[in-house]
């Protein structure tokens, strides 16, 4: 992943904005708007968190009364305001009529979104303060800075962005996140943005198997955030034809996988990561089972850290994961080549070439069940010491 | 827990005997043999991992051929006898009977259990050395040194022992594990005794729901171990009459939950646990949902392990366990003390009080839904950068 600074460019109908509140750490920005010169076309994918927090709950309410026609997002780090009761709701609202004050709008085309500790509660005033001072600085070529504003545990912003083949038009993406993230849910925050002309519902359409295989199948330590959203927009202001109709969605599942695959490098003390593929084990459910019970296993993940083919922890968290199976039909391959079969190690697969297999940044392994139907895949990160002293002084 | 040697005395026919078999570290004892002068009744639960061991697959079968009445159970470290296919189910039937040769009974009698690194193969030669050498061995205070002899990670033996309050039976247990423990399968290796009459079905009844309210509600890390097994044999030697019927069902109770405790204090890395109790969410198998999603949380585990109250994390994971909730009727309390109420933090709950409750050895957290059906409680350990650094090097 390079550290470089983010090239995002524009795209004509968005500006975005930012702000230093004093949510995260003082100085720093922590706010940013992205403000639509029109009433623009909006899908969103949000966190499955029966705790969802006040600004998921009103982001629903405001792109369902608005008919998906946002004039503004607003996005606020360093608190969650969830766990934050009637307050917090409150607050969410009032940040969005200031915004709707700011760019003369209904606060209903506003949708509110936040991250951070939860169950710390937001200075509504400070919070509206902020997103006048976000609305008057918005700008064009203010993604980067925008990708910055949204960091928690992030150690860098993340961005992507594309051209239709046939220069059409253009679509931006930043995201946020680094730790909570599990592939059963959404995941963190993403904000994406293109010029081509589509309605809500053709977004929806594009954004959610966007989302399913990229963002929901990336983990980090198995938990899922109270705050997840994943925005899309379309302004409408490019073109699209009949010819390159699809070519506006698979630039939006490009962008989701370029975040996705961010997150995942960025995941908090990660210093090596996984890709399990599953196949054969009777159903694509099995096979997800199967792969998240590999991904979310602490001594999976101790393993992966340490550079350490201890495989037997393989077996142990496919035969945990609640599938019947046989085991002699089981196998597991290791980078390619061949681990485990006939219901025991491979003789020829020696620990030595296995050392070698685990000694690189992504490490490909492949399970199969010998059933013809099921397929499933996901990446995750290992577990690190650095994951753990993170989480602990999180709110330091 | 007390590091003090084990006083366990002895419990009337049966002798245990260890050896060194060479599967864990040289020269230290890692073999263990439990032999009984008569056919002992018995009864067990198993893993569920669907990869359950070699061993395991044969302690099923011989005590189901044997009607439940043992003459040996024999355990191996070092080496879990798992994902070693047909060559390792030879080498556990092997074991067997060589044990069966040299107690004079028939392999079937026998049950052979095995922990340590998966998908490594035992020599079966040294396995029926250590097996004669242990029955050459076997004497009646051999309890301790059996208890050592079978750990793994473990830092310390555990055992328990109770006497009935008639004074008319005496019962023995030890146990190990320290990883790969998850509240919702067996639980690691324990080996429990009375000189108690009872039959291998009233064993069982008495077994069952010993172990769901103790092996089965301690979580370390959340995996589940492919060799898990809780034996219980009673000799008949003593005796018990209809006055006492229901103190063998307490006192066999009394030892699970000791060993379960003494398991839990030992978790890998264990810097600090924490009892969770849920209420009120409809049902107990809702309960059961959210106390895992908390027991089982990186975030809210390297929270106990910071010690810091980032009391969040309890909402995220009740949030993620996947039961339908109402915000505002889910209550938290920490240490006894009502800390998250009507949706958002109780305002007299401070910050201060937070960390004081959360600097104990075992953090007590209650959670209620505001339902009048549902209840279940299990404890957890912390996850430190030490539980990483074990993981990491387990085989080396």
Redesign the interface.
């Known amino acids: 992943m390079s550290q470089s600074p983010l090239q995002l460019g524009s795209i004509t109908g968005v500006r975005v904005g930012c702000a230093a509140g004093g949510f995260a750490a003082a100085g720093r920005d922590d706010f940013a708007m992205f403000a639509f010169a029109n009433p623009t076309a909006s899908a969103a994918v949000f966190t499955?968190?029966?705790?969802?927090a006040a600004p998921v709950i009103v982001a629903k309410e405001h792109l369902h009364k608005s008919a998906g026609l946002s004039r503004a997002w607003i996005i606020n780090s360093g608190k969650?305001n969830?766990?934050?009761?009637?307050?917090?709701e409150a607050t969410a609202r009032a940040s969005c009529a200031a915004a709707a004050a700011a760019l003369g709008c209904k606060p209903e085309q506003v949708l509110p979104f936040s991250t951070g500790?939860?169950?710390?509660?937001i200075d509504s005033a400070k919070l509206c303060r902020a997103t006048k001072q976000a609305a008057a600085a918005a700008q064009p070529e203010g993604w980067p800075d925008a990708a910055a504003a949204i960091m928690t545990t992030d150690t860098r912003p993340k961005g992507a962005c594309a051209t239709s083949p046939c220069g059409r038009f253009k679509i931006n993406g930043i995201a946020k996140g680094a730790?909570?993230i599990?592939p059963r849910?959404a995941t963190m925050l993403a904000f994406i943005a293109t010029d081509a002309p589509a309605s809500p519902g053709q977004l929806a359409e594009m954004l959610q198997p966007a989302v399913a295989t990229t963002f929901n199948q990336i983990s980090v330590?198995?938990?899922?955030?109270?705050n997840d959203a994943v925005m899309l927009g379309a302004t409408g202001a490019g073109s699209l034809t009949d010819a390159d109709a699809g070519s506006l969605a698979d630039a939006v599942h490009g962008v989701c996988a370029a975040l996705a695959g961010a997150i995942l490098a960025d995941g908090e003390g990660c210093t090596r990561t996984a890709a399990v593929s599953v196949a054969g084990f009777g159903s694509d459910d099995n096979c997800r089972l199967i792969a998240e019970a590999v991904a979310?296993?602490?001594?999976v993940k101790?393993?992966l850290?340490?550079g350490?083919p201890?495989?037997?922890?393989l077996?142990?968290?496919?035969?945990?994961?609640?599938?019947?199976?046989q085991?002699?039909a089981?196998t597991i391959s290791i980078g390619g080549q061949l681990a485990?079969a006939?219901?025991?190690?491979v003789a020829d697969f020696s620990e030595q070439q296995a050392r070698e297999l685990f000694a690189v940044e992504n490490v490909a392994i492949d399970i199969t069940g010998g059933g013809d139907e099921g397929n499933y895949c996901c990446r995750f990160t290992d577990?690190?010491?650095e994951?753990?002293?993170i989480?602990?002084?999180?709110?330091?």
Chains 1, 2 share one sequence.
């Not at 500790?117 to 509660?121: K, L, N, Q």
């Open positions: 499955t968190n029966q705790f969802c969650a969830c766990g934050t009761g009637a307050a917090g500790v939860v169950m710390e509660t730790g909570m599990h849910m330590d198995g938990d899922t955030s109270t979310c296993s602490p001594l101790t393993m850290n340490a350490d201890n495989l037997g922890r077996l142990m968290a496919i035969g945990k994961a609640g599938v019947t199976l085991q002699e089981v485990f006939n219901g025991q190690r577990l690190s010491a994951y753990v002293r989480n602990g002084q999180y709110r330091s």
